[in-house]
């Protein structure tokens, strides 16, 4: 078990630029390209694992909310799921 998430601290992003040649603008591109690319089972995909629980829906002039699944909810199934898997069948 962890005693604090300081154990764990993330790699600091890179500095927000403009400058084609940095870091952060080269991944804000590679993003940029691969969503115009996406195949519909790309976006599917992204959509499935979004863990927005309240999604902004727009068709024409109608705008409306939908709740999803929680954003905990996917892992906490994974995690079922990993645990069932390796306990040993009593």
Known sequence: M????AQFKPIAPPPFSVDSSSVFYKDVIAVYNQ????????????KFWDCNPFKMNVRGH??????????????M???SLVCKKSMPQL
């Open 77 to 79: 199934n994974i995690t």
């Open 62 to 75: 109608v705008m409306y909310a939908t709740k999803k699944i929680s954003p905990n909810g996917h892992w």
């Open 2 to 5: 962890i005693d604090s998430a």
């Open 35 to 46: 969503v115009r690319k996406n195949t519909e089972e790309e976006i599917e995909i992204a």
